[in-house]
């Protein structure tokens, strides 16, 4: 099984106060965790500014860097990157709470797991 994680998905842990990867392990363990190229760029310019959103996208561009494998793919925008590695035939779920990414990802065909309540996740099926 193989996993795509957005930006936020991936900030969670600081954001949400969500043990992000306790989650998916709880969900659709094992599971192989990528990150497309967009996704760690758009976290290494967060991390750059200041303030607690900087923090949350240190932490995870460190949590990306250690669990996820690097995808490359054609788009530029970190959103339309998430949903092309989704699309790939490999890739069994997106993991975001962006809405308007959730609803692409889902007409697309890819359940999306993202938050239920204060502190767990649940997956959406298209």
């Known amino acids: 099984m193989t996993v795509v994680m957005d930006t936020n998905a991936l900030m969670m842990p600081v954001e949400c ?5 306790e989650e998916l392990d709880r969900l659709v363990d094992p599971a192989r965790l990528v990150v497309p190229e967009a996704v760690l760029d758009e976290l290494a310019t967060l991390a750059d500014g200041a303030g607690d959103e900087a923090t ?3 932490v995870g561009l460190d949590l990306a860097r250690d ?3 690097s995808v490359a793919h054609d788009e530029d925008y970190a ?5 092309e590695v989704a699309e790939r035939t490999d890739v069994s779920h997106a993991v975001t709470n962006d809405g308007p990414l959730k609803r692409r990802v889902l007409d697309a065909g890819v359940p999306v ?3 239920r309540a204060e502190n767990k996740l649940t997956v959406t099926q298209p």
């Open 17 to 21: 106060d969500v043990r992000v990867l």
């Open 56 to 58: 949350a996208a240190s």
């Open 79 to 83: 959103d339309d990157a998430v949903l």
């Open 113 to 115: 797991i993202s938050l």
């Open 67 to 69: 669990r996820c494998e």
